[in-house]
């Protein structure tokens, strides 16, 4: 029976280096929301009809995002690898508005607070439906486990 979701995520330790602790906050939420609810059916078919629930890992080699899918026994089923070049700009483009709005909690009216998160859950929402149009053919995910995954993209993205 076919149970399309991700049960356990992990990020490669090796290639994240801690931006900050709102940055750590924002990768223990989509964590968290992404294992609540998820939708992820890699669309290869497995000689034994195997169709999850999955085991993930992420990581970045050589500037490609490369997700590997695992069993939930742990046993490995494919890896997927996507380029970052079209992620680069959203993830720089996330990274400074999510600074803004760090700022904007601290210091500035609820309205300019509520500009800055708009512009925020845009940018998050491009990036996610980039993300989702990258995976077509390979993982058919919904659109929150798109934005959750890149919420954790970029994450990784900020290597040492």
Known sequence: ???????????????????????EQERRIAIFDLLEDNH??????????????????????????????????????EAIILGLGRFRRPIREYFAICDSYYQAISNASPQQIETVDMARR?????????????LEGKIE???DTA??????????????
Do not use: S
């Not at 034994?48 to 939930?72: M, Q, S, T």
């Not at 970029?154 to 040492?160: A, N, Q, S, T, Y």
């Open 1 to 23: 029976m076919a149970d399309p979701r991700i049960i356990d995520i992990q990020l490669d330790q090796r290639t994240i280096l801690w931006r900050n602790a709102d940055v």
């Open 147 to 160: 934005r959750r995954l890149f919420t954790l993209i970029c994450v990784l993205h900020i290597k040492g």
């Open 122 to 134: 845009g940018i998050h929402n491009d990036a996610a439906e980039v993300l989702k149009e990258r």
């Open 141 to 143: 995910v919904d659109f």
């Open 40 to 77: 992820f059916a890699p669309q290869r078919v497995h000689a034994d009809g195997y169709a999850g629930p999955y085991k993930v890992v992420l990581r970045v080699e050589d500037g490609r995002l490369v997700i590997e899918i695992n069993r939930e026994d742990d046993a490995p089923l």
